[in-house]
């Protein structure tokens, strides 16, 4: 059997979709969108499509419904009700289409991508739905994002030549084509800060981009519940930098330009604040010679969070008036740029980020810039994270303590203090050194 492929205008026309799963859901966006009047018919309805423009009946279907409207769609999975649904809409001249029963259709619905005026359908004449997804996702992955853009302009130079009384036919588009497309504006990268961990930590902002993304490139320690958040259909890439698997920063860097050039919304995740040790600089930097719009969505970093919530400000009135953010992390090869015995001049609170497996060295080098051996420290490893473990020390003993990467380093009078919450509500453990 091969179908004939058309494309529909449902806008003010009656169709009825029998059934109230999450398939069902999808296909009242579908038609909602398109500007159909919607009536949903199902015992149990799923609470998003309530939310939906259209008419929700709860009740099972009753033979002869089909024949009052323009286009039907069944989701159920009882044969017996398709098949009612089908013999009711083939009597009365109706279109129907019966999900994942193409026995029990008189069309099948493709794999669409839309940009604007364009659409995109895949179809395999009902007979594989997930090839035809693959095939799809395969097509939109090629074509760069603005096409939509381009048909309008199409457009308008079109009805300008009728107004001057002029043809368009026989006329030779593709160059005009060819350089509409070339100038066609790339998608966005956004730049998000994941926070500390606690997915309940993140803003408003960064949590609608995350729901809303075309792909996302996320580190490694992106928590599991953050991308939670992201729609299970949407391609993840994990280019987290782990030990005895280095990813070049360039490779990022260009593989976010090659995403923007395919996809409308790149969301490029970053663990706590995306400008504050994350090199969400050297990418902004990288798009920005690329011509490739971008947005800074800034996070909660845990150089703030993680001390914050296992009790220690790292400002307090009397106590600290000053805080220095460091880094104890630096490429094999490359000299410690951090001047640590001026830090021991500064006083204040001194966070050191990264610095575990050189939280030796760093005592060593804060003690003989003239901090005392007995300075507190406080290291906070997954704050504000289940898993949350606070290991306090003293700056004499920090090479000796056992602790885990990440963590971040509190070092200064403040890491003395404990003003974490009641033990009813305290998360993770703590041990002394």
């Known amino acids: 059997m091969t179908l004939y492929p058309v494309m529909l205008n449902v806008a003010g026309r009656d169709c009825l979709v029998v059934g109230g799963g999450r398939v069902a859901l999808r296909k009242v966006e579908g038609l909602v969108s398109a500007g159909a009047h919607v009536t949903v018919v199902a015992p149990e309805v799923d609470a998003s499509i309530d939310e939906l423009a259209a008419r929700v009946e709860r009740r099972a279907y009753e033979r002869g419904d089909a024949a009052r409207f323009r286009l039907v769609i069944t989701t159920t999975d009882d044969p017996a ?68 853009a381009v048909v309008d302009a199409l457009a308008t130079e079109r009805r300008d030549l009728h107004a001057r009384g002029k043809t368009s036919e026989g006329r030779d588009w593709r160059a005009r084509i060819d350089d509409l497309v070339d100038s066609a504006r790339a998608g966005t990268v956004h730049l998000v800060g994941a926070g500390p961990g606690d997915p309940e930590l993140l803003t408003l902002r960064a949590a609608r981009l995350l729901s809303a993304a075309d792909v996302v490139v996320h580190d490694a320690l992106a928590d599991t519940q953050v991308l939670d958040l992201v729609p299970d259909d949407v391609e993840r890439i994990d280019v987290g930098k782990r030990p005895g698997r280095p990813v070049p920063q360039e490779l990022i860097n260009d593989l976010l330009i090659q995403l923007a050039h395919r996809h409308r919304t790149v969301v490029r995740l970053k663990g706590g604040d995306p400008f504050l040790f994350g090199r969400g600089g050297e990418e902004a930097l990288a798009l920005r010679d690329a011509g490739v719009p971008f947005e800074v969505v800034p996070g909660i970093t845990s150089a703030i969070a993680a001390p914050a919530v296992a009790g220690v400000p790292v400002t307090q009135r009397g106590v600290s008036a000053s805080v220095t953010i460091v880094t104890g992390h630096r490429r094999f090869g490359d000299e410690d740029e951090t001047d640590w015995d001026a830090l021991a001049r500064v006083g204040g609170t001194i966070v050191v980020l990264m610095g575990v497996a050189e939280r030796a060295s760093i005592a060593r080098r804060l003690m003989g810039g003239g901090l005392s051996p007995d300075t507190p420290v406080a290291a906070v490893r997954y704050g504000t994270r289940p898993e949350q473990e606070v290991a306090r020390t003293t700056l004499g003993a920090l090479g000796d303590t056992p602790i885990e990467a990440p963590a971040a380093i509190v070092i200064g009078a403040v890491a003395g203090l404990d003003l974490s919450i009641s033990p009813a509500l305290e998360q993770g453990t703590q041990r002394r050194s």
Do not use: I, K, Y
């Open 81 to 148: 009700v398709n098949a009612a649904v089908f013999d009711d809409a083939e009597a009365a001249g109706v279109w129907v289409n019966s999900a994942d029963d193409v026995e029990h259709c008189s069309f099948t619905l493709p794999a669409v991508h839309r940009d604007g005026a364009v659409t995109v359908a895949v179809s395999t004449d009902g007979q594989s739905p997930a090839f035809a997804a693959w095939l799809r996702d395969r097509v939109r992955d090629t074509m760069p994002v603005g096409l939509g």
